[in-house]
């Protein structure tokens, strides 16, 4: 990291918190942009991003914009939001995972537990929160709580985090079989971080490192009692509505976490075009039986291709826009005492998210990546990292639900 980034953040080129506009973001995270790539080895061997990029990212205010504004926090809307973190992820996508899914949990907490837990995890506005939705083991009733003995892999944003937000399997004090789930919300003090991050594919510097509970005791407002994180009941209130009056806390999961998962998966398939160009711009096409080699900035296949992956990009970019504005317009319309945020609406925002990423991924691997060059695909080149992360994304379980949730949202649809 340069010293000049971080010291101009200090030196206040990064606005107070409660200024921070959606232009003034955008302009800091596109001024990261050339950073950003330039550490992408650098991320992955670390597996995470660097202490100054993320004291950048605290000093800028980017973990408190789902934070209430009760707690300092900025409660921004959900567009905003996800504009933001596809813009980081343009210039690193295991940067932008690591940055989402560890800045968008606050929305979770600030929803759905009473405020005597808020509280304390909100008590300095900070929070950084990775969060996993597979139960992680067992969680046994104590004098005044509950004492947790659980694992939890792929927890995205875990190395920089002051909270884990999480699933366990309810025991009585008895033992016995389980009783029914429960999600929970823990400080960074009850849990360890392994250091096992790292070896697959892509999003290498993501940061989903596993989270370990040893008899760890949370007291009983840091625990929900019967709640899965994948199958939240939406209505007319919620704690955080009733305490904070936002319509964005009556919103279930699945169309929120669909968002953040999109949004970064799209922004690294820019960034992937962005080292398209700069290919463009700098090389010639290998050439063929009748026509010697050209600039490919002047090849007729190459600007066909890059317009083409352009407007593609644009139109993911879209639905994802589209998706977060209506988001919004749901959480209203519950708000104002209409339909509530049914699981059926939650669904079909996951869907079209999913559409989203579906058009991103088949234009970097039919047009950008295939048309690119094999050189592009060495070790260390930025295209092949943008490849093995758009891959290893394109292989989140987000992707394989997509089939038993078409269907469950036609049968809740038309019955």
């Given amino acids: 990291m340069s010293d000049n980034i971080t010291l101009d953040a200090r030196q206040g080129s990064v606005p107070a918190e409660q200024d921070l506009t959606l232009e003034v973001a955008l302009g800091i995270a596109r001024s990261l942009r050339p950073q950003l790539v330039a550490e992408q080895a650098a991320t992955e061997a670390r597996t995470t991003y660097s202490p100054e990029m993320h004291q950048v990212f605290k000093d800028a205010g980017y973990y408190r914009l789902l934070v ?59 929070v950084v929160i990775p969060s996993t939705a597979r139960p992680g083991g ?14 939890h892999p792929y927890s995205s944003g875990s190395p920089y985090s002051t909270h884990y937000v999480g699933q366990a399997f309810e025991y009585g004090p008895a033992g016995g079989a389980p009783v029914q ?35 760890a005791f949370l007291p009983n407002d840091h625990v929900l009692e019967g709640t899965m994180q994948v199958d939240i009941r939406s209505s007319h209130t919620s704690p955080g509505f009733e305490q904070h009056g936002n319509p964005m806390h009556l919103a279930p999961g699945q169309g929120f976490f669909g968002l953040g998962l999109a949004t970064v998966f799209v922004g690294g398939a820019f960034g992937a075009l962005d080292e398209y160009e700069r ?86 691997q039919d ?21 093995r992360d758009l891959s290893q994304a394109w292989g989140h379980v987000n992707m394989i639900i997509e089939d038993s949730m078409a269907r469950t949202w036609t049968a809740r649809t038309l019955g």
């Fill in 279 to 364: 290919l463009m711009r700098e090389r010639k096409t290998a050439g063929d039986a009748g026509r010697a080699p050209v600039a490919r900035l002047s090849d007729p296949d190459y600007q066909r291709w890059f317009g083409l992956a352009t407007a593609r990009l644009n139109s993911a970019q879209a639905i994802i826009h589209d998706t977060a504005e209506r988001w919004m317009e749901i959480c209203h319309r519950a708000a104002a005492g209409g339909e509530p945020f049914t699981t059926a609406d939650d669904m079909m925002l996951n869907m079209m998210c999913r559409e989203a990423t579906r058009l991103a991924w088949s234009t970097v």
């Fill in 138 to 151: 067992p969680a046994i009733r104590v004098d005044g709580g509950w004492r947790l003995n659980t694992t």
């Fill in 181 to 215: 789930q429960m999600l929970f919300v823990a400080p960074r003090d009850a849990y360890e971080i392994k250091d096992d991050w790292g070896n697959t594919l892509g999003l290498k510097g993501s940061g989903s490192n596993t989270i370990v509970f040893h008899d």
């Fill in 367 to 387: 047009t950008i990546f295939r048309t690119a060059g094999s050189s592009a695909a060495v070790n260390g080149e930025r295209m092949e990292r943008a490849y």
């Fill in 68 to 126: 209430p504004r009760a707690y300092g926090g900025l409660a921004w809307t959900m567009p905003d939001f996800v504009r933001l973190m596809g813009e980081v992820a343009r210039g690193c996508m295991s940067t932008g995972w690591c940055l989402c899914l560890g800045a968008s949990h606050a929305l979770l907490v600030s929803s759905l537990w009473p405020k005597s837990a808020q509280d304390v995890v909100f008590r300095d506005g900070h």
